[in-house]
DNA sequence: GGTTTTTGTGTAAGCGCTTTACGTTTGGGA
DNA sequence: TCCCAAACGTAAAGCGCTTACACAAAAACC
């Protein structure tokens, strides 16, 4: 059986209260006993039960992450440094995947409710801002990573997604091309509607015109990026670049244009936005807008933790820079 | 404050037992008295706390994870399927990242059982066979992903990787390669070692000679194998094909023959290890030998999850068959 | 109608730990 | 030598839940 802090009392000849003492390293003890109950600990192997002393009152120590797939290398990357900082903070991650459904995502977030986690770091595109608010109602920790709820006052790290989206389309612009598409996610997320705000007004400042037919909304995944790309490509209004809202999409865009025939940059021009690892593989290597994403999982992690110790107050959001990262995929248009 | 079991216990005017009766379904209640507890638990929206009751003896319907880095795709992909299955099954998963780094993993060890999760996946190159023996000692529910220790008997699911080598090497050798270097993984994976096997009977059985210079081991990253590529294509031995034990690695050499102004599959045939997402969208399409990665997810879930139920006695290795994916990346050899 | 069963519910003892409120020891100053 | 703070330990309550065990009340039996 598990030793229990009953068996290390018993064998150091202390009582249980001394040896939570030297486990908490609170009030006050003699080196002496501190000595013999720390050896005793050893010798039996005794590791304290956090179920227990989280009964008591304590922390798990143990943070809740919902994200829509790690499978998707940007929530996976995402997803590696909220777990790195959260290991130098003394945290452990429990990982819940959704694919943005509604009800996974009210189970999940139950589910590390019971289980007592002590915070909760949401990458979903929540539409039930209810479950949200309650959350926030009772003071529980909780922090958006990737996305933001401009409604709620609430902790958020994302990259700047409007400053991003106007990087993207004002380098596609600078290259000489006027027919620009934009490929967008589908499930309302803000940091979507930013990066399209930025494409409208960089197509305004230029005085290019918008042309609704441009602009898609599509799944987050290779196919459905191919599949868009596809019929706008077919259309009459082809389009010489296009800025997808993903690497992942934009994987989708070279699919398309490898099977019709179409050589990028040469014949079009494409952006992607993450910068995940899926970009510097693919041929030719894709201009994209990289998110700080190292930044970004210890951000969320320390911003948590600070409101779980609480040690802070006050909610903010902390918006990080995007940056263009130029390879090969984008190109001036052809004759100009 | 959450409402505790006493609440809903005084407020629907029965015992505490008798609510505890309802939430389990266990015991014998009049169909009114349940209907009342039901009802009242809705109203106080309760839920019971995992801790306390996982302090009971019972289960935390929680399993940990530990995985090399849930940053490559391989790993995510199998994080993914196992939290699909832990979901359908009821268990959430705490996941620890290790960079196969000893340290970290003892300590991830250590903490997961602090947390007494009621069982562990492990998909890191273990060499601390003595915390492992423990654990399978005290009976402690353990399944080992993507990775076997042949010393112990313990769950194990993995892809057979003799196989999958010899596939591998077959196709190279089939396309009229002999020349055929193997670049595997430095961390003494078993996986790696029994590709060896099998790339070396290939070879032998074909009466080509084996030449231990074309063997190189290597990081699992792609800048690794691309360190690795270049100075194997360098060689005055340069071979006309190369086995990548990854994907990773794979494209790492993709990027060392580019750099060589070498062509893939013209110049180089490669085939690589996991089909993972990467092999799909790099140019040309990778040939690579595709893990059973949905089956295996789901079967080491399984094991384990029959392991705690106590609804297993023994021990299994489940082997399952991996498959030659063609797609350009390998070519009859030049003149052949 | 009385005696068994069966059924439904309450009581109370923990699970392993933290923590508060008290006892005991020391030992230094007067 | 005596007194009073430290300094150190201990006992006990309680965190929210499960689970024997006990015990009425209701149903079943002859």
Redesign the interface.
Known sequence: MKPTIYDVAEKAGVSISTVSRVINNTGRISEKTKKKVLQVMESLRY??????S??TGKR?R?IGLIIP???N?FF??I??RI??RG?ELGF??????TDNNQH?EE?AL???????VDGIIIGTTTKNYTLLNELLQEQFPVALIAQDIPELVIDVVTVDDFLGGYQATSHLVSLGHTKIAFLMGNSGRTSDKYRLQAYRQVLEENRLPFDERLVVETDYS?EAGKRAALEILASPQRPTAIFAGFDLIA?GV??AA?ELGLRIPDDLSVVGFDNT??AT???PPLTTIAQPIDEMGRQVMDLLVREIEGSKSTKQRVILPPELIIRNSTKEIAGA
């Open positions: 590791q304290p039960s956090v179920v227990a989280a009964l798990t143990t797939d790690v499978a290398p996976a990357e997803a590696r777990e790195d290991r452990n991650l429990l990982m819940c995947n996974t189970m139950s589910l590390l409710k019971q289980k007592s290779m994987i070279y699919q490898k690892i899926l593989i693919v041929d």
